[in-house]
């Protein structure tokens, strides 16, 4: 290594323009190799300055770090992203779970998963001879056991959620069409890059204003229909849940 071609951790940070703490956190989690060492300093050289950018492109495009982390330095092959993506699917299928595994996780009955299958409420990740199914499925049954414990029959409540995925549909099919029309084909999109990158910001915030739109239209529908003895007692129940404290956290992870 000669010292053109050599950096400190500091003028590496600079060169690859992120921090140190960044550059060492990379470090820990493997993504880029170890210094060599000059007594106790450390030394890094133009293959460190390649691999950041290579991370910081990947990470652009909508790749997570522990989806980079995949790739081992040794297998690019100058076709980085396709690589990736092939590596990323074989790893979601080996991480996958069967429809035992998610009644076990969820401490609820295989009969009860498949239920949610056939109903169309729970979808498979692969086609396969048998179903796989990632981890949020796992949560997804266990709102539906909280809401039946809550005391709504677990058929009305699945017969509800079909009509539901039945019916929206048409609202997807329409959002789909705005963004087509007015995103897709009315912006500069240069490349499946750039076409990631809006999606990647955008549907959290899709995500978020459905969450909110219909948890002020329970809300507000609910205490329009209050009556009884206890009104009361159920109207300030819904308004201690006003839509404006409401807060939808969505993200990447």
Request: hydrophobic share 40%; charged share 30%; with cysteine.
């Amino acid at each position: 290594m000669n010292a053109e071609t050599s950096y400190s951790v500091e003028d590496l940070a600079l060169k690859a323009e992120i921090s140190v703490d960044t550059i060492r956190y990379y470090q820990g989690l493997g993504l880029i190799s170890p210094p060599q060492k000059n007594g106790r300093r450390a030394i890094y050289d133009e293959e460190h300055v390649s691999r950041l950018e290579e991370i910081k492109k990947l990470a652009f495009e909508g790749f997570s770090l522990r989806q980079i982390s995949l790739l081992k330095e040794e297998t690019l092959d100058g076709n980085t992203s396709e690589d990736l993506k092939h590596l990323i699917a074989e790893d979601t299928k080996s991480r996958s779970l069967s429809r035992a595994e998610v009644a076990e996780r969820a401490s609820v009955p295989e009969s009860l998963v498949a239920l949610l299958c056939d109903n169309g409420l729970l979808q498979p990740l692969f086609d396969d001879e048998e179903p796989r199914f990632d981890e949020s499925s796992v949560s997804m049954v266990e709102a539906g056991i909280a809401i039946a414990n809550a005391g709504v029959p677990l058929e009305e409540l699945v017969s509800l959620a079909q009509y539901h995925s039945s019916n929206v549909n048409e609202v997807v099919d329409r959002a789909i069409g705005l963004f087509e029309e007015h995103i897709k084909e009315g912006t500069e999109v240069s490349s499946e890059k750039d076409l990631a990158i809006i999606m990647k910001d955008l549907l959290p915030s899709v995500i978020r204003l459905v969450a909110q739109h219909f948890h002020k239209s329970l809300v507000t529908r609910s205490l329009e229909r209050i009556d009884g003895h206890n009104k009361t007692i159920l109207s300030n129940a819904l308004i201690a849940s006003d839509p404006e404290n409401l807060v939808v956290t969505c993200e990447w992870r």
